[in-house]
Nanobody
Framework: VQLQASGGGLVQPGGSLRLSCAAS????????MAWYRQAPGHARELVAS???????DYLDSAKDRFIISGDNVKNTVYLQMNSLKPEDTAVYFC???????????WGQGTLVTVSS
């Protein structure tokens, strides 16, 4: 299984981006899906997650600005990012976990740069 993330880029402060991630190669059963990010010199951190039942959770700084959504059948996950700030600059990684086997999968990362 491979996860392919896309949608990153350069955006001005206050702008929006939508990240997408799709799995290919096989179906991930009942996936938990998430987005992580890693800024230079910082550890990777969980930005948002969504369970197979639709429960979502967010990094405090992402609440009210970011929205995670996903399609369990199509194995796709999205992250709508609004009101972006320079501190959101990072490489964003998508993540999926098979809720039955607990196997984890990571995307290759997509760079988001928030700068004027």
């Amino acid at each position: 299984v491979q996860l392919q993330a896309s949608g990153g880029g350069l955006v001005q402060p206050g702008g929006s981006l939508r990240l997408s991630c799709a799995a290919s190669g096989a179906v991930i059963d009942m996936p938990t899906m998430a987005w992580y990010r890693q800024a230079p010199g910082h550890a990777r951190e969980l930005v948002a997650s969504i369970t197979v039942s639709g429960f979502t959770d967010y990094l405090d700084s992402a609440k009210d600005r970011f929205i995670i959504s996903g399609d369990n059948v199509k194995n796709t996950v999205y992250l709508q990012m609004n009101s972006l700030k320079p501190e959101d600059t990072a490489v964003y990684f998508c993540y999926m976990q098979n809720s039955i086997t607990r196997r984890e999968y990571w995307g290759q990362g997509t760079l988001v740069t928030v700068s004027s």
